[in-house]
């Protein structure tokens, strides 16, 4: 007969790599996992908890499922600056001019990002 409870056994170690592999790597199965154990009736606390998160980082994600669906829990960082950067980068390229990054930032109203995220930009491409 089976026993009724089997319990894994790790070192330290390895339940710190699998943690830092939860919040990294895997992090898109951790976001459904969250999802699914929310459904299933845990608290947002409990989540946390057991995966190592902010009880706050649980309830966003699973209000982004409620709002976004399955594609919400997605992977990435929002993007940044507005969706029209990319046309503006490539209009003030137009006008001749010797552009700088400070200057180019200048002239797009001191966005809220960072130089070198306005220089990383492509002018006059914008992949989304």
Same mark, same amino acid.
């Given at each position: 007969?089976? !026993? $009724?409870? *089997?319990?894994?056994? =790790?070192?330290?170690? #390895?339940?710190?790599?699998?943690?830092?592999?939860?919040? /990294?790597?895997?992090?898109?199965?951790?976001?459904?996992?969250?999802?699914v154990l929310s459904a299933v009736g845990?608290?947002?606390?409990?989540?946390?908890?057991?995966?190592?998160?902010? !009880? $706050?980082? *649980?309830?966003?994600? =699973?209000?982004?499922? #409620?709002?976004?669906?399955?594609?919400?829990?997605?992977? /990435?960082?929002?993007?940044?600056?507005?969706?029209?950067?990319?046309?503006?980068?490539?209009?003030?390229?137009?006008?001749?001019?010797?552009?700088?990054?400070?200057?180019?930032?200048?002239?797009?109203?001191?966005?809220?990002?960072?130089?070198?995220?306005?220089?990383?930009?492509?002018a006059g491409h914008d992949p989304d």
């Amino acid at each position: 007969m089976r !026993p $009724a409870h *089997v319990y894994a056994r =790790i070192p330290a170690e #390895q339940h710190t790599e699998l943690i830092s592999a939860l919040h /990294g790597p895997w992090r898109t199965a951790t976001r459904m996992m969250i999802v699914v154990l929310s459904a299933v009736g845990w608290l947002a606390a409990e989540i946390a908890d057991l995966l190592h998160y902010d !009880p $706050a980082t *649980v309830r966003r994600w =699973i209000a982004r499922h #409620q709002t976004e669906g399955p594609t919400g829990p997605a992977a /990435g960082l929002p993007r940044k600056g507005s969706p029209r950067l990319g046309e503006r980068i490539h209009r003030l390229l137009q006008t001749p001019k010797a552009w700088t990054t400070a200057r180019l930032w200048r002239a797009f109203g001191r966005p809220k990002i960072s130089l070198t995220t306005s220089a990383n930009k492509p002018a006059g491409h914008d992949p989304d």
